[in-house]
């Protein structure tokens, strides 16, 4: 019988109210479909585990973890207690970084019945893939303060570009785009001003394209991309972009489609080495933190694209399922979509959609 052992962390804020919600689909799910899950909760990678403890993790939170076919991951930091580069470099950016989560994926939606900010656009203009590199880019340890509080203060971070790294995240959009109905790829660049590493983005990004004689390409730079995402989302069919600028347009998107809260991603380890990580693309709002009313698709829709990976399309397929019904009434959807559900009602209803 299918048995799928998962990682759940919470972590802060929303990410502790939202996960429930997550976990009560994925159980109603595998009801349904007839697997087991195997859920093991952990309460590191949080700032009250910071505050116990001296540290985001425990050192061993690798060996703790274990062998797991996925992690599934809630939001993490609290910036008044800890400071954001602590928490998430000494949490999520690990993960990332020792799993070999290169890829992270995140889908851009608009779903039917759901009010879209942009005007005019109906479900199928707004449809597009976000493929971001997530080990390296701008996202990187390499740098230097000198002379810190004094007049003559430097500090430098160096963007680190592979060959290996950027060959392997490009091969995997164009891969995605060979499967998609339109095939078009879009690179974010900006090799006008960023004059070394972005210039060889573009150039590894010809060299990829003529493996994939089938997918059409086009790039923009990072200021019009970000306008064109705005006024001709239609456009795009799979985005892909380094570390730094893929972190802006996976805001920027789903803010296209209503709200950041339904974002989910995956932290994909394609090459099976490593376990991979889904989670929402937000973060832990603590605004609203505490008062149950944070959206909880994007922490759903992480866990379709977890059973997805892990073979359960069909699973998947019905969660996705739930969650348009549930998101195309007023009554169905949370505040930052205008509706009058709180957390607890939207997932309760997702979950019994299934
Ligand atoms: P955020 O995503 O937490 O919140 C931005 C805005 O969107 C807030 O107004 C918030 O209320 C709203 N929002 C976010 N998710 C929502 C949801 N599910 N439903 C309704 N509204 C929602 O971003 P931020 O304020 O820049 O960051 C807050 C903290 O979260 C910081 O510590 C930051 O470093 C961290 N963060 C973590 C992750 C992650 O764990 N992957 C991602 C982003 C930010
Ligand atoms: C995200 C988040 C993280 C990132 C932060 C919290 C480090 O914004 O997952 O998009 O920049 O990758
Ligand atoms: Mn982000």
């Known amino acids: 019988s299918r048995r799928y052992s998962i990682a759940v962390i919470p972590g802060d804020g929303i990410g502790k109210e939202v996960m429930p919600e997550g976990v009560r689909v994925l ?10 899950l195997d859920l093991q909760w952990h309460d590191f990678a949080s700032c009250d585990y910071y505050l116990k403890h001296g540290e985001m993790m425990p050192q061993d ?6 062998k797991v076919d996925a992690l599934f991951f ?4 609290w910036p008044d207690t800890v400071p954001d580069h602590v928490s998430l470099w000494g949490s999520l950016l690990q993960f990332r970084r020792e799993y ?3 890829v992270n994926l995140r889908p851009v939606r608009l779903m039917p019945g759901v009010p879209c900010p942009l005007a005019g656009r109906k479900p199928g203009d707004i449809d597009f893939w976000v493929v971001r590199e997530n080990t390296e880019g701008e996202y990187s340890a390499v740098g230097g303060h000198m002379f810190p509080g004094t007049e003559r203060e430097i500090v430098m971070q160096e963007t680190v570009m592979t060959r ?5 995240v490009l091969r995997y959009a164009f891969d995605l785009a060979s499967k998609r109905e339109r095939g078009h790829l879009t690179s974010a660049t900006k090799s006008n001003g960023i004059a070394i590493t972005m210039p060889f983005w573009d150039q590894r990004v010809e060299a990829i394209a003529a493996e994939f004689p089938g997918v059409t390409h086009d790039k923009y730079h990072i200021d019009i991309l970000t306008a064109q995402f705005v006024l001709n989302p239609q456009r795009f069919d799979v985005v892909v972009a380094s570390n730094l600028f893929g972190d802006i347009l996976s805001d920027l998107g789903p803010a296209c489609t209503g709200t950041i809260g339904v974002a989910p991603s995956g932290n994909i380890n394609p090459d099976g080495t490593h376990p991979s990580l889904f989670e929402p693309v937000h973060g832990s709002a603590p605004d609203i933190a505490g008062k149950g009313i944070a959206n909880p698709v994007g922490q759903i829709w992480s866990a379709a694209m977890m059973l997805e990976h892990l073979g359960e399309a069909e699973a998947a397929a019905a969660i996705m399922a739930a969650i348009e019904a549930v998101l195309s009434t007023p009554a169905g959807r949370t505040g930052d979509l205008g509706g009058s559900a709180n957390t607890r009602d939207c997932g309760k209803a997702i979950a019994e959609s299934i």
């Open 100 to 102: 070999d989560q290169y």
């Open 164 to 168: 290996f790294g950027v060959d392997r």
């Open 74 to 77: 809630g939001a993490v930091g």
């Open 61 to 66: 939170w690798k060996a703790r973890i274990g």
């Open 27 to 36: 159980e109603a799910a595998a009801r349904r479909f007839g697997f087991a």
